[in-house]
Nanobody, 127 residues
Framework: QEQLVESGGGLVQAGGSLRLSCAAS????????MGWFRQAPGKERQFVAA????????HYSGSVKGRFTISRDNTKNTVYLQMNSLKPEDTAVYYC????????????????????WGQGTQVTVSS
């Protein structure tokens, strides 16, 4: 059974930085890509960033592009989300997710293509 465990969330002032980590475990862990999503109170979950595992290509939502960076460490089965220049509107529960296939014709932010999800980590940005 594949498991994803997020860490690194917390409280930070606007303009600050945080780095989230998501460690994948499981005897049969295999991924084609991993993504970060977030859900603010009262809002739907939204795509943040994704990375294709094999070649490291990245994708970002417009609201975080230029401020957030997704990366991965293949040796540790871990994906990271470096978040800089944080804004109060970045406040949300952040989830990582894993998908077992990748197609350039499929939007990397499509939630239904991710089969495994972590339980989330809270990020709060104060103004």
């Amino acid at each position: 059974q594949e498991q994803l465990v997020e860490s690194g969330g917390g409280l930070v002032q606007a303009g600050g930085s945080l780095r989230l980590s998501c460690a994948a475990s499981g005897r049969t862990f295999s991924t084609a890509g991993m993504g970060w999503f977030r859900q603010a109170p009262g809002k739907e979950r939204q795509f943040v960033a994704a990375i294709r595992w094999s070649i490291g290509t990245t994708h970002y939502s417009g609201s975080v592009k230029g401020r957030f960076t997704i990366s991965r460490d293949n040796t540790k089965n871990t994906v990271y989300l470096q978040m800089n220049s944080l804004k109060p509107e970045d406040t949300a529960v952040y989830y990582c997710a894993s998908r077992t296939y990748w197609s350039d014709s499929v939007y990397p932010g499509m939630e239904t293509t991710y089969g495994y999800w972590g339980q989330g980590t809270q990020v709060t940005v104060s103004s």
